[in-house]
């Protein structure tokens, strides 16, 4: 029998027709490991042995067989008062696995553990009306709905309490080193688990998850939902999705905004690519159509599904109509202006790039230097580092620190990390930073992170006992802003990426602002870097570097265009004996974005590895985040070039 379980119903309430594609090896599937790598950064692993933790005594159905799994739940269902982790329950073709189960009698409460916070006294599942369940909270709302339903089915002479189980934001750990006790290791089966350490009555004196009764929302998402693809009621969809699954039928769904995200889509490989074939079979496309810019990739523009419904698909279908507002004060493109200037190039084959020269020239007078590029590598877990801390505190790990100075000489500067489990790097992290920039230079960012970032920190500092935290906070308070209390520092650093969006664009970005699409698209049309970086300068007595020795960043493919820097980052256990690859308790070999950072980070905290593996991850750690500020080293580099007529 082909079950419909919880996370199957999850991919149907997104899209019916990712059911069809589910499971089967002739689509790709991008989100297999971004799920695991997700759950591993946010504590979502150590979160579910938490929360057993705080029902003590149970029973845990470890078998992953559906067979074996119900006969165990079955037999411990006999009993008058039990406690179960992991049980499964079976109504027709529905089948679920509860994370925590509690039976008193005839009475039995459910648990969904799920790493998210909420706060008791702020945060409601359901909008200001009461009439509708928040968009960050379906998932979750849903997931519990689903599994309220099955088990209510299944066993139908008993009364059943749903209850969501999250991090709660008002709580504050008791103990120093507790996310340490919940380690990740590689089993015997080559599978992932966590090995829960010994608690003891410290640990769990304040509890950091609490149980939240979801009885209600579940009685209106029954009485209420009805999905806008099927136009079905919430319990018809299920048993709707799970007719389809069990007959394996391809559910088609409408062509909108979502699929800009679709998992099983391969640009590579289109006969392996489930969104490409729904886009065929929906509009009768052949490949040829997708070599056109699509409207998906309209930067920030929110009424894709409107122009679908018009049948307009590409870039070239948009019009000077489709915007409010096209005019501006400043020489600052507005976000509609940009819009419209990204579909024109495309109608106009214009690849040509748009970039404001007066304006940055402008800017580029207001710097002092030296100037300072930094780049920060953060993570947020559910289970607090330290004691005083809540769930879901920042932890900022590393920074890299670029420094161009006056006369043009470029140098990487400094770096910091600390990747020692359980330690909490916040107030050192600052210190370390404060030595780098020790100057009246312009200070750098890419968006505004590393501002959020150091804002939160200052908050932390002030309640704690550090001996200096006034100069610390003092130096906080100089380079950053705070549009709560109106402040804004006199050295606030200037986002790069703000500039970027006001005065540059390239078609090769595909509208995308991010510094990984930026980048390649600035040294593919500079002459000046392409010539500069050829030569392996990087990482010599003229050049220094952290990291990289002799480095030649400018090399081509076989098409004559210039390789993607972050691709030319080393693989992480590239000199890894073939006898030691099976004992890696890392899931992949490349670290080329943030979130990976986050996760390489999460995998040192939490998990069981040898020494070897632990330097391979911070070795490729310092390299990412050197490439990082490096990149708007070269940015600012081709900019100032550029403008020196200007000024």
């Known amino acids: 029998m082909r079950h419909l379980t919880k996370s199957r119903f999850k991919i149907g309430c997104d899209c019916p027709t990712k059911l069809y594609y589910t499971g089967k090896e ?105 009439d509708e369940i928040l968009g960050k909270w379906k998932p979750y709302i849903y997931d519990i709905a689903f ?83 099927t136009e079905l009621s919430f319990i018809d969809h ?21 699929c800009k995200d679709c998992e099983y889509k391969s640009d590579e490989d289109f006969s392996k690519s489930g969104f490409h074939k729904c886009w065929s079979e929906s509009l ?48 600052k493109l507005t976000q509609q202006q940009r819009q419209f200037l990204q579909s024109q190039k495309v109608k106009e084959n214009d690849n040509s790039v748009y970039f404001d020269k ?18 920060f590598e953060t993570m947020a877990n559910a289970i607090p580092f330290n004691k ?55 200070i750098f960012r890419y968006s505004p992170h590393e501002n959020t970032i150091l804002n939160h920190i200052n908050t932390q500092l002030e ?37 970027v969006k006001w005065y540059y664009y390239d078609p090769f970005t595909r509208g995308s602002n991010s510094i990984k699409y930026v980048l390649p698209a600035i040294i593919n049309r500079s002459k000046y870097l392409q010539e500069k970086y050829s030569k392996a300068i990087y990482g010599t007595s003229d050049m220094p570097s952290k990291n990289f020795k002799d480095f030649i960043w400018i090399q081509k493919n076989e098409d004559g265009s210039i390789k993607d820097p972050y691709k030319l980052l080393p693989k992480i256990f590239e000199d890894i004996d073939d006898t030691d690859e099976q004992k890696l308790l890392s899931q992949s070999d490349e670290l080329r974005n943030g979130a990976a950072a986050m996760t390489a980070y999460a995998r040192m905290q939490f998990s069981h590895m040898s020494s070897h593996e632990k330097d391979a991850i911070t070795n490729a750690l310092l390299k990412y985040c050197e490439l990082d500020t490096f990149a708007m080293v070269l940015i600012l580099e081709e900019w100032i070039n550029e403008c020196n007529g200007e000024m």
């Open 388 to 442: 005083g801390l809540h769930p879901y505190e920042s932890v900022a790990f590393q920074f890299s620190h670029h420094m161009i100075y006056e006369d043009g000489t470029i140098e990487h500067k400094g770096e910091y990390i600390n990747t020692k489990q359980g330690a909490f790097p916040n107030f050192e992290f600052v210190r370390a930073l404060k030595k780098e920039l020790d100057d009246d230079g312009t």
């Open 463 to 499: 309640i704690s006992d550090e001996s200096d935290k006034d100069e610390l906070q003092e130096f906080i308070f100089s380079i950053t802003y705070d549009r709560d209390i109106e402040h804004i520092g006199k050295r606030n650093m200037v986002d790069l990426l703000e500039l």
């Open 284 to 331: 009768g496309w052949s490949e040829k159509e997708f070599k056109k810019p699509l409207v998906l990739e309209l930067w920030n523009y929110r009424k894709k599904d409107a122009l679908f419904e018009d049948g307009r698909y590409f870039l070239e279908d948009i019009t000077e109509d489709d915007f409010t507002n096209l005019s501006s004060e400043t020489t």
């Open 238 to 258: 299920i048993w709707f999705l799970a007719d389809m699954y069990e007959k394996d039928e391809k559910i088609v769904s409408q062509i909108s905004s979502k």
């Open 358 to 375: 007066q304006s940055i020239a402008k800017e580029i007078q207001n710097w002092n230097y030296p100037l300072h590029c930094i780049d």
């Open 147 to 229: 599994q309220n339903y099955v088990v209510t089915q299944a066993l139908s002479e008993c009364e059943i309490f749903p209850y969501l189980t999250l991090a709660d934001k008002t709580a504050t750990c008791s103990v120093d080193g507790l996310n340490q006790k919940f380690p990740i290791s590689k089993g015997k089966n080559g599978r992932l688990e966590v090995e829960a350490k010994k608690l003891i009555e410290e640990d769990l004196e304040v509890e950091l998850l609490i149980n939240i009764p979801v009885e209600d929302e579940l009685k209106f998402i029954y009485e209420n939902v009805v999905f806008e693809e």
């Open 26 to 130: 002739e689509y790709l599937n991008n989100s297999l490991e971004n799920e695991f790598l997700q759950a591993l950064a946010e504590g979502g692993y150590q979160v579910g042995e938490l929360a057993k933790a705080y029902f003590r005594g149970g029973v845990d159905i470890k078998t992953l067989d559906y067979e074996e799994a119900l006969s165990q739940t079955n037999e411990y269902m006999k009993k008058e008062n039990v406690i179960l982790y992991e049980p499964a329950f079976r109504y027709k073709n529905l089948f679920v696995r509860v994370d925590i189960l509690v039976k008193r009698g005839s009475k039995v409460y459910i648990y969904e553990v799920k790493a998210k916070s909420f706060n008791i006294d702020k945060d409601s599942f359901l909008n200001r009306k009461g």
